[in-house]
């Protein structure tokens, strides 16, 4: 489990990354920041297409950004979410953004759905996803 001080500023980088969303088709900005198990974090955004399907989540994009620098390994992720004009939500992940964290991380992997640094509720993956098909069932 991270510390709450570290807690606190993943849900506020999360909660900050939505500035940096790009969501013109749902105007639903979301922010996420990933944990690594040696400490250092990394922030995502919701990044949309006019196609649609090519879309990503800002989970998605944090753990791709850490994947491809290297890092496999993760304790947490916050999410900030909410519409461009509204109040925060506690913003839940999508099931392929769940099926992505189950790819790299254990089911103790913590879940924060962030409406601010001090105001958040929290998840493990196992709860979120429970009796999931992940690498080990290919082995
Ligand atoms: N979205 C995320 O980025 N993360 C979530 O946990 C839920 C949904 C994005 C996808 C899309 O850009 C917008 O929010 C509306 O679904």
Redesign the pocket.
């Known amino acids: 489990m991270p510390e709450k001080e570290v807690i606190r500023t993943l849900c506020q980088k999360a909660v900050d990354m939505r500035s940096e969303s790009y969501?013109p088709y749902?105007d639903?900005l979301?922010g996420s920041a990933v944990l690594t198990d040696d400490g250092k974090i990394f922030t995502g955004c919701?990044i949309?297409n006019s196609a649609f399907g090519p879309?990503i989540?800002?989970?998605r994009t944090a753990i791709a950004k850490a994947v491809s620098e290297g890092y496999r390994d993760f304790a947490a992720i916050a999410?900030a979410?909410g519409r461009r004009d509204g109040e925060l939500q506690y913003?839940?992940?999508?099931g392929v953004?769940r099926q992505v964290m189950r790819e790299f991380c254990k089911p103790s992997f913590k879940i924060y759905l962030a409406k601010s640094a001090d105001d958040y509720k929290e998840f493990t993956l196992g709860d979120l996803l429970p009796e999931s098909f992940g690498p080990d069932n290919l082995s």
Do not use: K, L, Q, T
């Open positions: 969501a749902s639903f979301v919701n949309e879309s989540c800002a989970e999410i979410g913003c839940s992940p999508c953004c």
